[in-house]
């Protein structure tokens, strides 16, 4: 009648009785119900966390893009002073010789760099998620209109920021950039 009654008091206790000697020992480890409970906490932040950690990868290329664009004008507004006049692209000499405005990031350098791309004193951040151009237009004065756009394939995909000559800046396509609206 005592094991019965030890046996009682002992439900719930992760543990059993050694017959033979008399101690008790614990069993260790989790049952099936903590872990699932475990599971469930974790898999619910990860449905949290992930599109916020996402987000924020986009904003941060979206910023990083931006200050290309910045670099690229600082590149744009030294060749001014040079020539005292915005180049159009097909107006240095490379070879294929370049459009207006460049098609993409390999013709921008090659503008920048006069022709050579490697001599560019520019070098894009975020070339992987961003296709950079330059548009040189016939304004009276000149000027120009850069803009990186996000690359198709990658997260950064539908986002388009400008900035022109005359430091008038956008940021179009706010679900590829992140939240990224202005700047």
Do not use: H
């Not at 949290?48 to 590149?75: G, M, T």
């Not at 180049?87 to 207006?100: C, E, F, G, M, Q």
């Amino acid at each position: 009648m005592n094991e019965v009654k030890a046996v009682i008091s002992d439900i719930g206790n992760a543990g059993y009785e050694d017959r033979l000697s008399g101690k008790k020992n614990w069993i260790k480890g989790f049952t099936l119900i903590e872990v699932l409970v475990v599971i469930a906490i974790v898999a619910i932040l990860a449905t949290i966390a992930i599109p916020s950690y996402s987000r924020y990868i986009q904003k941060s290329r979206a910023k990083a893009a931006a200050a290309d664009l910045v670099a690229i004008s600082l590149v744009m507004e030294n060749m001014y002073q040079r020539q005292l006049k915005y180049l159009k692209p097909a107006d240095v000499s490379a070879t294929p010789a370049l459009s207006n405005p460049t098609s993409g990031t390999l013709e921008t350098l090659a503008y920048l760099g006069n022709g050579d791309s490697s001599k560019s004193a520019w070098k894009p951040a975020e070339g992987d998620y961003f296709s950079y151009t330059v548009k040189v237009t016939d304004t009276a004065g000149g000027g120009y209109l850069l803009t990186a756009k996000g690359v198709t394939g990658t997260s950064s995909a539908g986002c388009e920021l400008t900035i022109k000559n005359d430091n008038t800046r956008s940021a179009n396509g706010n679900s590829g950039c992140g939240g990224f609206s202005s700047w």
